[in-house]
């Protein structure tokens, strides 16, 4: 862990996917209250009892900022795949750069600074999951 904590905070890109966003909080309830790495302010809790658990399948994103380097090329409503059960709840909102409906509102990625983090899975996403590894991959090469 200590490497990862280094290189976030000398402020190395950083993609995280799924659990990849969750361990970015500071807290989990998943199996008990478990420390995460605390980046970012905020926990992270399972789905509602109300919707089916786990959330398998194809799903819309909802972007919540105008510019934003790891959406470019990415339209408003487009569909990632999803597999998880946990959510976040980011204390501040401006950290959320995506968020997906399922019954429920939730955060379905973030992007602050050189952390970028998503819920669904970009490798099973397809053409759209390619253009996001492919931001990451420009992200890099500008020198994040």
Not at 1 to 15: A, N, Q, R, T, Y
Not at 130 to 138: C, D, M, Q, V
Request: proline fraction near 5%; glycine fraction near 10%; charged fraction near 25%.
């Amino acid at each position: 862990v200590k490497p990862l904590l280094e290189s976030i905070e000398k402020g190395k890109p950083f993609l995280g996917i799924c659990l990849g966003l969750q361990l970015l909080f500071e807290k989990s309830h998943e199996h008990g209250l478990t420390e995460g790495l605390g980046f970012i302010k905020g926990e992270v809790r399972i789905l509602p009892p109300t919707v089916k658990i786990p959330h398998i399948g194809w799903n819309q994103i909802f972007r919540k900022r105008e510019k934003s380097k790891l959406f470019e090329g990415i339209g408003d409503g487009d569909y990632f795949y999803f597999v998880h059960s946990y959510c976040v709840y980011p204390e501040d909102d401006s950290v959320i750069a995506s968020t997906t409906d399922y019954g429920v509102e939730f955060v379905s990625a973030i992007e602050v600074e050189n952390l970028w983090a998503v819920q669904f899975h970009p490798e099973k996403s397809q053409k759209k999951g390619l253009k996001i590894l492919e931001n990451f991959y420009r992200f890099i090469r500008s020198g994040g």
